[in-house]
């Protein structure tokens, strides 16, 4: 059990009923499982399975929060928030977090980028790697499967590269969240 104070309990129960259920804290542990940094995932909208699998796993691995977004080549049709929300919810619960991440909207990547923290496009040919741009607070963009368009690109001054490979977006997300977590 985990105390929202920052402490991992461990509980022994006495009773378990319909009613009621009684227990003893036998033993606690420090337990500071949120990274030090705040990343925030914009991902372009993608298709349910594809989206569902980026939240789970960039939760667990401890992104902050996600926005999703429409790019010009987002073949995603629509997803459930509710749904996701507990996606969110139930990965932060089996990795041991305190923090839930929030999900957003943007209806596109303009509008992400006006309120986000230190916007780092995620582009293969981009001359910098993403290491060399880690901040504290830092919003990760990560685009459709069919790429930027030249007119997104446009939008971001600050571009890195996860490296020469080609990569599916759920993956890119994933890679880079364990990236600038390691980084800080």
């Known amino acids: 059990m985990i105390d929202p104070a920052g402490y991992m309990l461990t509980v022994r129960l006495d009773v378990v009923s319909p009613e009621r259920i009684e227990g003893a804290v036998i033993a606690e542990r420090p337990h500071h499982p949120e990274p030090a ?3 925030t995932v914009a991902i372009a909208s993608l298709p349910a399975s594809a989206l569902e699998l980026v939240l789970s796993r960039c939760t ?5 929060a996600f926005v999703i977004f429409r790019a010009d080549r987002s073949v995603g049709r629509g997803y459930k928030p509710e749904r996701l929300r507990t996606i969110c919810r139930e990965a932060a619960m089996l990795a041991g977090r ?3 991440p929030g999900i957003a909207d943007a209806p596109s990547l303009a509008q992400v980028i006006v309120s986000a923290q230190h916007p780092v496009m995620l582009v293969r040919d981009a001359p910098g790697r993403l290491s060399e ?3 504290s607070d830092m919003t990760l963009l990560i685009g459709p499967e069919g ?4 007119r997104e690109l446009g939008l ?3 571009k890195a ?3 020469p490979r080609n990569l599916r977006a ?7 969240v364990a990236l600038a977590l390691a980084s800080a």
Do not use: Q
Request: avoid cysteine; glycine fraction near 10%.
């Open 37 to 39: 940094i705040k990343v």
């Open 60 to 64: 667990e691995a401890g992104a902050f």
């Open 98 to 100: 305190l923090h839930v």
């Open 133 to 135: 741009v880690i901040r």
């Open 147 to 150: 790429g930027w368009s030249d």
């Open 156 to 158: 971001v001054p600050m």
């Open 161 to 163: 590269t996860l490296g």
């Open 170 to 176: 759920d993956t890119a997300a994933l890679v880079a």
